[in-house]
């Protein structure tokens, strides 16, 4: 007998509308950082959502719009010529699987390490026919994003009464810091509101936590990513192109003993326009320990979770699928 291939869309996740999606729509936090109640309310939100939007950044549209720009004509090259700038591992382009364990997404991408001295050199010239503009946008888009991300590390300390303000903010500053950076694209996505008479949603990029610090995550107008509320349900981002918006990571989770909790999100694939987004991953160095700053600790309160190094959880997530709960690990069982 011949098996008959699945038609090559029904090889991707969906989800169906009938999901549980939030009926209260609570609003996404925002954050003026010009604002001196700034820190307060980053505090709420990392605690309640771990995850805001954030206005008044003060990294230039002018480096936002040069690289996105960059990153449309770099997608827009005949697929084997993008293919030239892959695989993924570690850095590079990769289309539709993400990551070692079999997972996929309606998306392409290209993946960066954000240490610019040992960037690009290796495949920058694989990017279109004028890397050096690539490279200048690239540049200056990490350099005023990453400003911003220390910027924001160092409210949440204040906020937390941390007299060492830049205990976070020193992290990503190291230059050891093991901080990445990814541009997405997801194509509009084939009309597949029918399959099987239910409504579908295509997964772009499917439900996770970031395993690092903190992302920072800019898109263009095109809707699409959610995350998920404490109660399980997901709530839609509506997108803002001149915002940037804040997702807690598992590191920060931990160096908070709890107290910031990361946050679970997805991207959902858009049926008539693409989305590209961009964002800088801040991460530790590879040989940082990551455990609850002793400055949180209160009275006899104990670690929730096991000791581990930053080389540690990386390999342990690399080994993990998408969806899964990485954290889980390395938690201690508390009796
Ligand atoms: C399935 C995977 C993709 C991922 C590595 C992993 O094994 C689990 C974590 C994933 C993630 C999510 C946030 C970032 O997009 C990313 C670059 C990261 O650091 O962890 C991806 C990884 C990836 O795409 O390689
Ligand atoms: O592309 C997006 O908007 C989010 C993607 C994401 O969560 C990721 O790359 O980790
Ligand atoms: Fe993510």
Known sequence: MVALAKPAIQQFPFTKTSCKTSTLFPVIPLIDLSKPDAKTLIIKACEEFG???????GVPLEFISRLEAEAVKFFSLPLPEK?????????????????PNGDVGWVEYLLFTANQESNLQRFVSLLGKNPEKFRGALNDYLSAVKKMACEILEL???GLKIQQRNVFSKLLMDEQSDSVFRLNHYPPC???QSLNGINNNMIGFGEHTDPQIISVLRSNNTSGLQ????DG?????PPDQNSFFINVGDSLQVLTNGRFKSVRHRVLANSSKSRVSMIYFGGPPLSEKIAPLPALMKGHEQSLYKEFTWFEYKKSAYSSKLADNRLIHFEKIVA
């Not at 293919?83 to 990551?99: C, L």
């Not at 995350?227 to 404490?230: Q, T, W």
């Open 227 to 230: 995350i998920s509320l404490r």
């Open 190 to 192: 084939p009309d597949i």
């Open 83 to 99: 293919e030239q700038a892959g695989p993924p591992r570690p850095f590079g382009y990769g289309n539709k699987s993400i990551g």
């Open 51 to 57: 995850f805001f939007k954030v206005i008044n950044h």
């Open 156 to 158: 949440m300390a204040d």
């Open 233 to 237: 349900s997901w709530i839609s981002v």
